[in-house]
């Protein structure tokens, strides 16, 4: 099982970006998908997760500017986040939790002020 996480880079304040994650040797929609994020000197954190029926979770942080998606035929999760603040940097992970858990292996989110 490989998880490819993608999309990540420099942004601007107010500005959007779409994190993918690709999924291989696994089928995500089996699954719940989440993706997470890690801060410097912060814990990692959920950020939002899909379920198999597609039903969405967020944390309140990014309510109403993140969008959590999953396209089968690509096997796919993405991650559309608008209105970016400069607090959404950090490193962002996709996971899910088959017979383990896999993570993917990160991708950067800068936003700049």
């Known amino acids: 099982v490989q998880l490819q996480a993608s999309g990540g880079g420099l942004v601007q304040a107010g500005g959007s970006l779409r994190l993918s994650c690709a999924g291989s040797g696994i089928i995500f929609s089996n699954y719940a998908v989440g993706w997470y994020r890690q801060a410097p000197r912060n814990h990692r954190e959920l950020v939002s997760l899909?379920?198999?029926?597609?039903?969405?979770h967020y944390e309140d942080f990014v309510k109403g500017r993140f969008t959590i998606s999953r396209d089968n035929t690509r096997n796919t999760v993405y991650l559309q986040m608008d209105s970016l603040k400069p607090e959404d940097t950090a490193v962002y992970y996709c996971?899910?939790?088959?017979?383990?858990?896999?993570w993917g292996q990160g991708t950067l989110v800068t936003v700049s002020s």
């Open positions: 996971r899910v939790d088959s017979d383990r858990t896999y």
């Open positions: 899909i379920y198999r029926d597609g039903n969405q």
